[in-house]
């Protein structure tokens, strides 16, 4: 199970790690253009993260087997959905990139991405970005006590217009660890599944495709691409369940 916030003080060490997550991914946001690379933005990363006291939570994260995971960021182009390995490619006007950040602090982890355009991208690029971002904010509004872990998947999958809905990776619960219970999918029946607390927190990621949703792993062992070659988006925040509902921890002011 995520991380239960017991103590006020808990919470505080969660919003603090997720106030960094939000700034340094602000800054990545800011350095993508055209020309940049994967290595440099992961640079930025990790120089970002050691300035603010915190610690990049997906250098050599190795779960079950897989080679330990080099970047501070994954970095995800085009038909590439999650977990890519930031290399020395330049980007080019019109690539639409995935960057997701872990942030460790003071033994607490938050998890968050952003899909962002590299300068001007085609309209089906924005729409495809723009439909999973909202998805994810939908997904946000139904993260409250006493409502089921159902309710999150469903009002998630209900966005996804014509899109298809990946289903081999969803959310998380965070806290102590990255990926910790229960499992999101980012589809599903509203009213099913377990009951939300006060205290959970939840790291939610939409991931939707213009084409089919299946994907495969490529042999670097993490880059995971659509098997047709087509655009994927991907948009991911942190979010502690609280007495007054969802709060964004990772959420860029
Ligand atoms: N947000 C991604 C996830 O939950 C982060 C993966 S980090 C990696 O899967 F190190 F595993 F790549
Ligand atoms: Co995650």
């Known amino acids: 199970m995520s991380v239960e916030l017991k103590s006020a003080a808990a919470l505080d060490v969660m919003r603090e790690s997720g106030r960094i997550n939000a700034e340094v991914r602000a800054l990545l946001i800011e350095a993508v253009r055209p020309g940049v690379t ?5 640079t930025l990363a990790k120089q970002a993260i050691a300035e603010r006291g915190a610690q990049p939570t997906f250098v050599g ?11 501070a960021i994954c ?7 999650v977990h ?36 001007s991208v085609s309209d089906k690029a924005l729409e495809l970005m723009q439909t999973t971002e909202q998805s994810l904010w939908a997904g946000i509004e139904a993260a ?17 217009k014509h899109y298809g809905i990946v289903r ?10 990255m990926h910790m219970e229960p499992h999101i999918p980012n589809y ?6 377990i009951r939300l607390q006060a205290g959970m927190v939840l ?6 495709a213009v084409g089919d949703p299946d994907t495969e792993e490529i042999s670097d062992g993490w880059t995971v691409v659509m098997s047709d070659g087509k655009l994927s988006a991907h948009f991911e925040e942190t979010v502690a369940i609280t007495g007054d509902g969802p709060e964004v921890l990772t959420r860029i002011a």
């Open 38 to 42: 994967g290595i440099e933005l992961d």
């Open 61 to 71: 994260y190795a779960p079950g087997g897989k080679p330990p995971y080099p970047g």
């Open 75 to 81: 970095y995800s182009v085009n038909e590439q959905l």
């Open 84 to 119: 890519g390995i930031p290399n020395s490619r330049a980007l080019k006007e019109g690539d639409i990139v995935s960057i997701d950040l872990g942030v460790t602090y003071e033994g607490y982890v938050t998890d968050a991405a952003v899909t962002v355009g590299v300068g």
């Open 144 to 160: 409250r006590a006493g409502n089921r872990l159902g309710d999150i998947s469903h009002a998630i999958g209900s966005c996804a």
């Open 168 to 177: 081999g990776y969803g959310g998380h619960g965070v806290g102590r660890q």
């Open 188 to 193: 599903g029946r509203a009213g099913t599944g």
């Open 203 to 208: 790291a939610l990621e939409p991931m939707f």
